[in-house]
């Protein structure tokens, strides 16, 4: 006989032995010294397989388990795995650093001495009735097990409370998550604590009341759930009113878990969910809320109960569509998660109970058989009727899968590894009456459950009626989700009972209050004069001070002397665009009719727009550094009766027009679409024109016409013209005169090219408050040391500029202007770039808003003081909260803000949705494209104004808790990592935080090919330095993964001398080179490094069941590769047996890399111990 078979068949024989020792103990409990064990029904320890679906423990795992419990191998009842949903809870409880959110706390009132000791007996009285109260846990091994004791002890601690504080109040704090503990290897897993309160002596008497007890109960969810506490407390106040009161005998929980073993993945149940998850790649995670990883300790709790006649229509509408009242509270949870996540298909946890045979049976029997699993519903395209029909149709089937294993249908999902299934849970429970749990003398003051789920509700069906219990995240308040399932429920019902017809998505879901507080962030009704237009807010500054400086140019201004013409006063200035505005007339311009200015920056740019306006024509500006093929276009789509232009500009014009260079000193050209006029070759022609005001009745004007047309890139690669009013035009100007606010004393330096719309801020706000507009060269306006030497030369008080306009000033070693008020808008301004402005400026506006809504449409002040502090107080991008932009503020004077989902529903506070903007800024549409107009400009629902319209912006954000609106990029730029939604723009921000860099660009790509595990998709991220020298690519990694999750990291990097750009001076992304082609360093396979590495390679390969051509690198990431929460604890285990200490469960999440978990390793470890054996 072989040495191997030898010690195979000596196992086997011990643990025989070891076997025949607990039966034979079991027959004789008194050999122990024990008492038998009263009341319970013990179950032989099996004695082959059979009997449960997995392998007896050998023999030596038997000894060290007989000899950790109390009694020794005499006390040992049964032995057997656990369940699926007992090996979450116990990950959980691993996991769990401070608290554990999974012990079931019940606070107790009993009045009398002699009744709190009979509680107490009959409570241990119950305890030996049932395995699952004497059952501890043991999980030194791979396979956690089960252990059943036959008889244990029930200590009882004494508190001692402090007699000054309210004693309710104090045993309240000891129900809190952090300061729940339970050591898990130590039946029963039931902790009783009570505290004595002090008798008092009534009035008048000498005689103490009776001793009044607070007993705090505190089970352990693993063994017990929500009817087994009802199960426990209702057999102790039964046998408290009859001690021989005939209890039905309980059934074994080792039954349900040899049947769940069997049937957690069954075919039938992998077929199931595999139908139903397999293109499932995202959780629905409302609010943004992705940690399920959470103790409990920080969750929120509120209670609300449905009122009477809500409760009544709900049955009776059940009744009548032969619905379970159930079905109605998973659609109504639905309709929630629906509007609080913008999707229109969810998935979401509903705990089942998990007794449908045992109910069958008969008997009570106490343990955990409540399962959670994955309820998927599809809202879009369905009436109510047809939703409520599906609800109740899923659940069904559902429940035919009442004990799969949760890991089963996060495997046959799309999901990624590590990436959770759902994060909201529904619990719809049957409670039991307080009749059940009372007894005279003995009062239920409180009881609670945590989840590691940071948004769950529980709705307890109390017989009559219905109490919603919301816990959520601290971030959102729970008082607010159960007003949502409230009306939720309200508008399921009237429709089923009215318009059962209705499309479900177009149920509300805000409460009044919600709904009225999102109406007062528009309040923002300014009253503007009528029949003002843009120049005559201009004139206006005339007649009250012709003589004030109103233009100063730089000495490149445009004209036969470049250096003539440099400062213009008000009246100068208005009366040479009043004759260049007659001459204009000469030529057909009026209301409505386009004209076109390519012009060079100087007194005359200023001068042609504030003719044309008089005139009563609408601009159109080309700016002279375009393509002169985007210029052809554009001139083309917008058919202006003129052009105006310079001799400068000659070269330029003969590429236009596709013709022969022409003589400079032509006044006037011809284009195939309009005359050229040449301004500076006119001027003979306007000394002849009046200077006086054009009045309305000479132009026929009015503020509903056409101010100008801004074009603005298309996606079909072509132009697209945005029409905008004097009306829009001119209440934009007086709200920006309010806030960010401008003065006659201030001046502004103009940067910005005339055909980016907010050049119309620089320009006419200040002709319109008697201030005064230093117009910079183009040369100023793209150096930043020019650019902060103009600053100085001219004392300029205020400057509007893009983040990326402020960054190249701060680069170029400005060290700041007192007194100035930095204006910021066009992308997201970031922390980063407000932190770097301060000490600079004197005060930061954040601004907002979209060409075809007027330039900016919101604005907020940004304290330079202490920016940190502009966290939002909402949820943000997943498990990011110090996201790196800061709010957009709220709107501005005349303008609505509507945050709505794709089916035109507000969303509410917290909630991400489509920023939608109304009011008068909003465009009259795109020249002469009816089918985008229509697609972008629709009308406004929520105002009885007539005729209003909303701007679909494209753009994400939400409304904040303070009314503030939050901008989130753009819808169309985010991508999908591991299943999460993520914002490309945020990781660049961070970029720019950790490391100088001059430029930077992350995308997403299709992952190259690799040898170890890859992604679906590939961050990849280029950069282009400030001083050419690469960074340190491991510390940028390390400053990212402190401020972004690790899913969010780039995989590949890619150092440039400049990122490529379009003729169009866009990024030009096709010309980006792949990280093949040009990659600095990669996340591709790196082979471990050192003996600890390679062990937890090897280690890794070996849980993970991987095949030996699969290489493990130093920066492949446990979850990629497969792992889930259930192979962290087997990694542990390994661990723990092989070094001989205990790593936190939580590292595997917070160091996924291979290379960052042995970082952590080795930190906790002796050095000599950090080398772990081969498989």
């Known amino acids: 006989?072989?040495?191997?078979?030898?010690?195979?068949?000596?196992?086997?024989?011990?643990?025989?032995?070891?076997?025949?020792?607990?039966?034979?103990?079991?027959?004789?409990?008194?050999?122990?010294?024990?008492?038998?064990?009263?009341?319970?029904?013990?179950?032989?320890?099996?004695?082959?397989?059979?009997?449960?679906?997995?392998?007896?423990?050998?023999?030596?795992?038997?000894?060290?388990?007989?000899?950790?419990?109390?009694?020794?191998?005499?006390?040992l009842q049964d032995i057997y795995p656990l369940t699926p949903l007992q090996e979450g809870l116990l990950f959980h409880h691993l996991l769990s650093e401070q608290g554990d959110a999974y012990i079931l706390p019940v606070l107790l009132q009993i009045e009398g001495e002699a009744l709190y000791t009979a509680f107490l007996n009959t409570l241990r009285a119950v305890l030996q009735r049932h395995d699952a109260l004497r059952t501890a846990l043991y999980w030194q091994d791979d396979q956690p097990l089960q252990i059943v004791l036959r008889q244990v002890k029930l200590d009882v601690e004494r508190l001692a409370l402090d007699p000054q504080r309210d004693p309710l109040a104090q045993l309240r704090t000891r129900m809190a998550t952090p300061a729940l503990h339970m050591n898990l290897q130590h039946a029963p897993l039931l902790r009783v604590q009570?505290?004595?309160?002090?008798?008092?002596?009534?009035?008048?008497?000498?005689?103490?009341?009776?001793?009044?007890?607070?007993?705090?109960?505190?089970?352990?969810?693993?063994?017990?759930?929500?009817?087994?506490?009802?199960?426990?407390?209702?057999?102790?106040?039964?046998?408290?009113?009859?001690?021989?009161?005939?209890?039905?005998?309980?059934?074994?929980?080792?039954?349900?878990?040899?049947?769940?073993?069997?049937?957690?993945?069954?075919?039938?149940?992998?077929?199931?969910?595999?139908?139903?998850?397999?293109?499932?790649?995202?959780?629905?995670?409302?609010?943004?809320?992705?940690?399920?990883?959470?103790?409990?300790?920080?969750?929120?709790?509120?209670?609300?109960?449905?009122?009477?006649?809500?409760?009544?229509?709900?049955?009776?509408?059940?009744?009548?569509?032969?619905?379970?009242?159930?079905?109605?509270?998973?659609?109504?949870?639905?309709?929630?998660?629906?509007?609080?996540?913008?999707?229109?298909?969810?998935?979401?946890?509903?705990?089942?109970?998990?007794?449908?045979?045992?109910?069958?049976?008969?008997g009570p029997v106490v343990g955990l058989f409540i399962n959670t699993l994955p309820l998927r519903l599809t809202l879009r395209q369905h009436s109510v009727r047809q939703f409520v029909q599906q609800v109740q149709a899923e659940l069904i089937e559902l429940l035919h899968h009442e004990q799969a294993s949760l890991a089963l249908a996060q495997q046959v999902s799309g999901v990624a590894a590590g990436t959770p299934l759902f994060t909201a849970v529904l619990n719809f429970r049957h409670s039991s009456t307080a009749q059940q749990r009372s007894h005279p003398g003995i009062e239920v003051l409180a009881s609670q459950e945590r989840t590691n789920y940071p948004f769950t509700i529980a709705v307890d069906d109390l017989g009559e009626g219905y109490t919603l219990v919301s816990q959520t995240d601290p971030r959102v308040a729970p008082g607010r989700i159960n007003a949502y399932l409230h009306v939720a429920l309200q508008e399921l019902v009237r429709a089923l009972e009215i318009t059962p017809d209705k499309p479900v998505l177009s149920l509300s879901l805000l409460p009044p209050r919600e709904r009225r507080r999102l109406q007062e962030f528009n309040a923002t009704s300014l009253a503007v004069a009528p029949d003002l237009l843009i120049h005559t807010l201009f004139e206006a500054q005339v007649a009250r001070a012709a003589s004030r400086t109103a233009l100063v140019c730089e000495s490149n201004g445009s004209g036969s002397d470049p250096n003539s013409d440099c400062r213009l006063d008000y009246g100068t200035l208005n009366a040479r665009a009043n004759r260049l505005a007659r001459h204009l007339r000469s030529h057909g311009v009026g209301p409505d009719q386009r004209v076109a200015l390519c012009l060079e920056r100087g007194p005359d740019m200023v001068i042609a727009l504030l003719a044309i306006l008089k005139a009563g024509g609408a601009y159109v500006?080309?700016?002279?550094?375009?393509?002169?093929?985007?210029?052809?276009?554009?001139?083309e789509d917008a058919r202006p009766v003129l052009l105006l232009s310079q001799s400068a500009l000659t070269a330029l014009l003969d590429e236009i027009t596709n013709e022969a260079p022409k003589d400079a000193t032509t006044a006037v050209r011809t284009l195939p679409t309009c005359p050229i006029l040449l301004l500076d070759q006119i001027v003979p022609d306007l000394e002849t024109q009046a200077s006086d005001n054009l009045i309305a009745a000479e132009t026929g004007l009015t503020p509903d016409n056409l101010a100008y047309v801004i074009y603005t890139s298309g996606s079909t690669g072509r132009p697209k013209g945005v029409m905008l009013e004097h009306r829009g035009v001119v209440s934009f100007l007086h709200s920006m005169q309010r806030q960010p606010g401008m003065r006659e004393t201030d001046r502004i330096l103009g940067i910005t090219t005339l055909s980016f719309d907010i050049a119309a801020l620089e320009i006419f706000l200040p002709l319109m408050c008697g201030a005064q507009l230093v117009l910079a060269s183009r040369n100023t306006a793209s150096d930043g040391r020019l650019l902060a030497a103009a600053l100085q030369e001219h004392d300029i008080t205020q400057l509007q500029a893009t983040p990326a306009t402020w960054r190249m000033l701060l680069a170029s070693g400005w060290r700041g202007h007192p007194g100035l008020k930095a204006l910021c808008g066009g992308e997201a301004l970031s922390r980063e770039l407000v932190g770097q402005l301060h000490g600079k400026i004197d005060t930061l506006w954040n601004l907002y808003g979209p060409t075809e809504t007027t330039i900016w449409s919101t604005c907020r002040a940004i304290p330079l003081d202490a920016p940190s502090a502009e966290t939002p107080n909402t949820p943000n991008t997943p498990n990011t909260p110090d996201a790196p932009s800061v709010p957009i503020g709220r709107?501005?004077?005349?303008?609505?803000?509507?945050?709505?989902?794709?089916?035109?529903?507000?969303?509410?506070?917290?909630?991400?949705?489509?920023?939608?903007?109304?009011?008068?800024?909003?465009?009259?549409?795109?020249?002469?494209?009816?089918?985008?107009?229509?697609?972008?400009f629709i009308a406004d629902p929520y105002t009885d104004e007539h005729g209003a319209r909303l701007y679909k912006t494209g753009d994400l954000g939400r409304w904040n808790e303070h009314g503030e609106l939050e901008y989130l990029g753009r819808n169309d730029h985010q991508v999908k990592i591991r299943g999460y939604r993520i914002e490309l723009g945020e990781i660049e921000a961070r970029l720019h935080e950790a490391t100088p860099l001059k430029d930077v660009l992350v995308i997403a790509r299709p992952p190259a090919a690799t040898s170890s595990a890859s992604r679906e998709v590939q961050l990849v991220a280029y950069l282009v330095p400030q001083d050419g020298t690469p960074p340190a690519l491991d510390e940028l990694r390390q400053t990212l993964k402190a401020h972004l999750p690790e899913y969010m990291i780039p995989a590949a990097w890619i150092l440039l001398d400049a990122l490529p750009l379009t003729p169009n001076g866009k990024i030009d992304r096709r010309a980006l080179p792949a990280p093949e082609q040009g990659a600095w360093q990669q996340s591709r396979y790196q082979p471990p490094e050192g003996e600890l590495e390679t062990s937890l390679a090897r280690l890794w390969q070996e849980v993970l069941s991987l095949p030996a051509d699969v290489r493990i690198g130093r920066h492949d990431n446990f979850f990629d590769l497969g792992g889930h929460s259930l192979l962290a604890v087997q990694v542990n285990a390994r661990i723990r047996q092989q070094l001989g200490f205990d790593l936190p469960l939580k590292a595997h999440f917070d160091h996924p890399e291979l290379a960052d978990f042995a970082r952590q390793l080795a930190g906790l470890a002796p050095a000599a111990a950090l080398t772990l054996p081969s498989p």
């Open 891 to 936: 709107p501005i004077a005349n303008t609505r803000i509507r945050i709505l989902d794709g089916h035109g529903q507000l969303v509410p506070l917290g909630v991400a949705g489509e920023i939608h903007i109304g009011g008068i800024g909003v465009a009259r549409g795109y020249l002469d494209r009816p089918e985008l107009t229509a697609e972008r």
């Open 194 to 362: 009570v505290a004595q309160a002090i008798p008092e002596v009534r009035i008048g008497t000498s005689t103490p009341q009776r001793p009044r007890y607070y007993v705090l109960l505190q089970f352990h969810h693993i063994v017990t759930d929500h009817i087994s506490l009802d199960i426990v407390l209702g057999e102790a106040m039964t046998l408290l009113r009859d001690k021989n009161a005939p209890l039905p005998p309980p059934l074994p929980y080792r039954d349900f878990v040899a049947r769940t073993l069997t049937q957690e993945r069954s075919a039938a149940a992998v077929q199931h969910f595999r139908q139903r998850l397999a293109d499932i790649d995202e959780p629905t995670a409302p609010f943004d809320l992705l940690d399920v990883h959470g103790d409990g300790s920080q969750i929120s709790e509120a209670h609300l109960s449905v009122d009477a006649y809500l409760a009544e229509r709900l049955r009776r509408c059940a009744l009548q569509r032969r619905l379970n009242v159930a079905s109605l509270f998973h659609a109504a949870m639905a309709l929630l998660l629906a509007h609080t996540t913008g999707r229109d298909e969810v998935v979401f946890g509903s705990v089942l109970s998990g007794r449908s045979q045992e109910q069958a049976a008969g």
């Open 1 to 75: 006989m072989s040495s191997t078979r030898s010690t195979k068949n000596l196992d086997a024989f011990k643990r025989d032995l070891l076997l025949r020792r607990l039966r034979k103990a079991a027959a004789s409990p008194g050999a122990t010294g024990l008492p038998p064990a009263s009341g319970s029904n013990p179950v032989p320890l099996p004695s082959s397989p059979a009997a449960l679906p997995w392998s007896p423990p050998d023999a030596a795992l038997l000894e060290r388990i007989a000899s950790a419990v109390p009694g020794g191998a005499a006390n």
């Open 621 to 635: 500006p080309i700016d002279p550094a375009y393509p002169a093929a985007r210029i052809q276009q554009m001139l």
